[in-house]
């Protein structure tokens, strides 16, 4: 690849250009070379000094002569090549090195380009090195920021999704769990990881955002979506008591604010069965949910006997 480049180059510039071909051709030869021995210090040097040099000479303006464009249009596609290369060099020492190193490498690669298609594909790794590396504090604000420009990377809706839920704040939450359940059955398979582990991770994601997209439902009185939702999550969370104990109070919730709204004492009922769930689980819900029970059949009575 270089080689052919490097030929091409020599046509490009034959016009007249800011940037000297022989120092971009220079800093991109010897990023190549810091990228094989995986030198982050001199990546991060070289590849912001390879973007702006690539930068300077995709940013010059289209001649008016007729004559020239075809090669103006070579010299701009060219260094829009050397621009992603720059961009490429970042993301792939990044994830092979240590966690801080990988943050620092990464956080040029949002400095340098925050819409380059390799953050698309370095956001996890990315945020996995945050925490590593004693900087979780920055994962939020990683994530706010990455959502601008990827708004269907799963990595990061669901890092909103559960700094959200441990504010306990679910009207926040309920969007970027929505949109997880709107891109993770698209998602393909992760480049370096099997279809049934991918499937099982897909899973159990698909699972928590059900659960926090059904909570925050349940939160602002949408009970319909929250049956729906938290219904659908109940497989995915067997053998986890702390979601499934919220899962089944809200399901009890749920049901019994539609039963009673579509007098409809068999659902009032299926409530009392969900609380019943939910009270069998130790737990902060398990006295309330003993309570609602007795309550709800007490309801569903009195709805009977009114027939």
């Known amino acids: 690849m270089r080689r052919t480049m490097i030929l091409v180059a020599g046509l490009l510039f034959a016009g007249s250009v800011t940037a000297r071909p022989d ?5 991109y030869a010897k990023l190549q ?13 070289l590849s912001s000094k390879l973007y702006s040099l690539a930068r300077e000479m995709a940013m010059k303006p289209a001649p008016t002569e007729e004559s020239g464009k075809e090669l ?48 698309g594909l370095g956001y996890g790794a990315y945020l996995s090195a945050l925490s ?7 994962i939020p604000a990683v994530a706010q920021k990455g959502l601008i420009n990827f708004p269907d990377d799963d990595d990061l809706q669901m890092v909103m999704a559960e700094y959200d839920v441990s504010r306990n704040q679910l009207a926040d939450a309920g969007p970027h769990a929505e949109k997880l359940l709107q891109v993770l059955p698209r998602h393909p398979v992760p480049e ?25 439902h349940s939160a ?12 659908s999550a109940l497989p995915r969370i067997a053998g986890n008591d702390a979601m ?29 069965a969900f609380s019943d769930k939910a009270a069998a689980i130790r737990g902060p819900y398990q006295q309330q949910a003993w309570t609602n029970a007795n309550a709800m059949r007490r309801e569903a009575a009195k709805m009977r006997g009114a027939k």
Do not use: C
């Open 192 to 216: 370096g990881m099997s279809a049934g582990d991918w499937e099982r991770k897909r899973d159990q994601a698909l699972g928590r955002a059900m659960w926090i997209a059904g909570q925050a």
């Open 33 to 45: 070379s810091a990228v094989a021995a995986k030198d982050a210090a001199q990546v991060k040097e």
């Open 23 to 27: 120092d971009l051709e220079d800093s």
């Open 132 to 138: 590593k590396s004693g900087q979780a504090s920055r």
């Open 72 to 119: 103006w249009t070579k010299q701009v596609a060219y260094a829009k090549e050397l621009e992603a290369y720059s961009e490429y060099a970042l993301y792939a020492t990044a994830v092979q090195l240590q966690p801080a190193t990988t943050v620092e490498l990464m956080d040029a690669l949002v400095a340098q380009n925050p819409k380059s298609k390799y953050l």
């Open 244 to 272: 499934l104990a919220a899962a089944y109070f809200q399901l009890g919730v749920a049901n019994y604010h539609l039963g009673r709204q579509g007098m409809n004492a068999n659902q009032v009922l299926e409530a009392a």
């Open 220 to 231: 602002k009185g949408e009970y319909n979506l929250a049956d729906q939702d938290l219904r």
